[in-house]
């Protein structure tokens, strides 16, 4: 019997309503979300079996990375309508005998993490080229002849006393470093941190 | 829904007959699902959010008061020093330079390191927690999260004889080990623990060079 071959018909898909949809999904995207303002270092925090959770509003966060640099980050607290940093940042430009332009206090309450001597605070805020802006973030100064952390701190817990203070450490920091911070913060009355970790959870069994 | 039409083949005689098939798949059900997912996962990632360590530090000591240091037993103490290249080593006591020192003993970060070391001094603490958490997950005792918290701490309170842990490193030990060994307090649920600093005896015990 001879086989009898009919051509296979290709299969007919009609990907419209996906295209429809993911177009959908596409615009609103664009229009809802902003770009999360990018932070100063990357740090690789310990591991811990703490299953607390890092406090996200009204907290202060101190960053070292494993280079021993500190940053710097806070925010505008949980009332939004009261604009922290820029106040901060007008009391600390009063104290240092520098001004800053409304433009200037605006991308600064933007922006998040930071970390620069004070004098360059002013250049950070005005380079728009983020690669540019990357270079400027060498660390605060909190050596005993110049300590600007203890300032920033100081004038950040003026204005939101309720901030809670999470310190967020690279693994391979000295923790001299970490120490001095501590210390720093215990200097401004705070004796209750959080220490930001990944969560690995250990078992501990006792051996008889 | 997929439409698979086929036509029956076998008849009568055993002649089998061509088979016509078309597919016309409708993908809204799968996009409406992909739509779902997205939603899903932006909704969730919360989950992974990085947790924190709680702790508190004593009020630093003020240069103006002259209080002594409260006094601790030696006999409950164990001291933990710390320094670079995740070296760890403990003693029990004092090391008071005017008497013989105590033995300095090496161990490490692993669960047979430093961990064991702890669950030995406390044992009574921890069999009496462990119980606690395993009646809880079996449903023996029901227990809200915060209360069997408060449980918990009143249990490692109880021990009078609980070991008091101190924290000790020098110059070169990592932020890693100081968490590591906190993380390790909370473990082994050891009660008292507190960081201070390290002294010149302990660091000639180790092996350290002082700092000017």
Known sequence: MPKIKLPVKTPHIDMTPMVDLFALLLTFFMLTTSFRPQEAAIIDTPNSISEKMTPEKNVITLLV????????NFDNGMDTSVI??????????????????????????????????FEKLKAWLNTADSKEREVFQEGLPMDTTNNELNLWIRFIRLQNPNAEVAIKGDALADFKIVKRVMDILQENKVNKFNLTTNLQKEEAKLEE | MAEIIQAEG???????????????????????????????????????????????????DNPNDKKDAPLISAYKTLNILMSGNDQIYYYYGVADPN???????????????????????????????????????????????TALNNRIKELKKSDKDAPIVLIKADEKAKYKNIVDIIDEMAITTIASYAVVDISPTELKMIGSPTPN
């Open chain 1, 65 to 72: 990375d494993k280079d021993n640099k500190v940053f710097l």
């Open chain 1, 84 to 117: 922290i940093r820029s106040e901060v940042l007008k009391k600390m430009a009063e104290q240092l005998s520098t001004q800053f332009t409304p433009k200037e206090l605006k991308t600064f309450s933007n922006w998040a993490s930071f970390g620069m001597p």
């Open chain 2, 10 to 60: 076998k008849q009568k005689g055993g002649k089998k007959k061509a088979k016509k098939f078309s597919t016309h798949i409708d993908m809204t059900p799968m996009v409406d699902l992909m739509c779902l997912l997205i939603t899903f996962f932006m909704l969730t990632t919360a989950f992974s959010k990085p947790k924190a360590m709680e702790i508190t530090m004593p009020e630093p």
């Open chain 2, 99 to 145: 008497k013989p020192l105590p033995e300095l003993i090496k161990t490490d970060y692993s669960k047979d390191g430093i961990r064991k070391v702890l669950l030995n001094r406390n044992k009574i603490v921890f069999s009496a927690v462990a119980e606690l958490r395993e009646k809880v997950t079996k449903g023996e005792i029901q227990l809200a999260d």
